[in-house]
């Protein structure tokens, strides 16, 4: 018994022939949606990089402004030694009007994190990925240890309210003196460090439009009422 196979009604060399074509057809179109899914993955890629370059740039201008306070934060740590050093032989103190404080920012991570989250990260260059995430870990410890120096400064404006020190009160705000001076070493150290990794990835040096406190700027001299009337914010400062 023999089966006989359907023919092609134009042979089997024309059948091979489309059958070709079209399978050729299906190539060109998944490698043509490959091709705009590429695409549209780059697209995505640059405008990730870009939203986080931007708000890396805005977290190093605020600690721009912070970094141009130090000479500030230096002078008025001076004068509070000074005044610490003579109560060892002389309790009654010349109050200070005016202790002040060093700026405070926080630092921005929310288009990070939600770039991060939407998976959108991992379409920028590895390198630069890396770069970015150190970054990001240094601001938050900034963050961190400028809220601790704030700290630091609100014990030492006591003295802004005190006639008498005694040994107790002398050796605690000594201490407490030592720890915003070291804050405020590794807070301008860290910032120098971040603006040399800023300048590696090629960041650009952004202006700061939030008001920044000159308050610790001030002369020591300063009584309470000017310096709050030359604060930059409407309610004074602390």
């Known amino acids: 018994?023999?089966?006989?196979?359907?023919?092609?009604m134009h042979?089997?060399?024309?059948?091979?022939?489309?059958?070709?074509?079209?399978?050729l057809g299906?190539?060109?179109?998944?490698?043509?949606?490959?091709?705009?899914?590429?695409?549209?993955q780059r697209s995505e890629g640059r405008q990730a990089n870009d939203v986080i370059?931007?708000?890396?740039?805005?977290?190093?201008?605020?600690?721009?402004?912070?970094?141009?306070?130090?000479p500030c934060v230096e002078h008025r740590i001076e004068e509070i030694q000074e005044i610490l050093k003579a109560a060892?032989?002389?309790?009654?103190?010349n109050a200070p009007?005016?202790?002040?404080?060093?700026?405070?920012?926080?630092?921005?991570?929310?288009?990070?994190?939600?770039?991060?989250?939407?998976g959108r990260g991992a379409l920028i260059d590895p390198n630069e990925l890396a770069g970015y995430s150190q970054m990001y870990a240094w601001m938050q410890s900034l963050a961190t240890e400028m809220g601790s120096e704030q700290a630091d400064?609100?014990?030492?404006?006591?003295l802004e309210h005190l006639n008498r020190l005694d040994a107790a009160a002398a050796y605690d705000l000594n201490t407490t003196?030592?720890?915003a001076r070291y804050l405020n070493w590794r807070i301008s150290l860290q910032t120098t460090q971040l603006s040399d990794l800023a300048r590696s990835l090629r960041l650009r040096n952004v202006s700061n439009d939030f008001p920044a406190s000159r308050s610790v700027c001030l002369a020591i001299g300063t009584p309470r009422a000017e310096a709050n009337r030359l604060s930059q914010f409407p309610f004074g400062e602390p």
């Open 1 to 8: 018994m023999h089966v006989h196979l359907p023919k092609p």
């Open 11 to 23: 042979g089997w060399r024309a059948f091979f022939g489309e059958v070709g074509i079209i399978v």
């Open 26 to 40: 299906v190539l060109i179109a998944l490698s043509a949606g490959e091709l705009v899914q590429a695409a549209h």
């Open 53 to 70: 370059r931007g708000e890396l740039e805005f977290n190093l201008a605020r600690l721009r402004s912070r970094l141009a306070i130090r």
């Open 88 to 93: 060892e032989t002389q309790p009654n103190i």
């Open 97 to 118: 009007n005016w202790v002040g404080r060093p700026q405070f920012w926080t630092m921005q991570s929310s288009r990070w994190q939600a770039e991060s989250q939407a």
């Open 153 to 158: 400064w609100a014990k030492l404006r006591t």
């Open 177 to 179: 003196l030592q720890d």
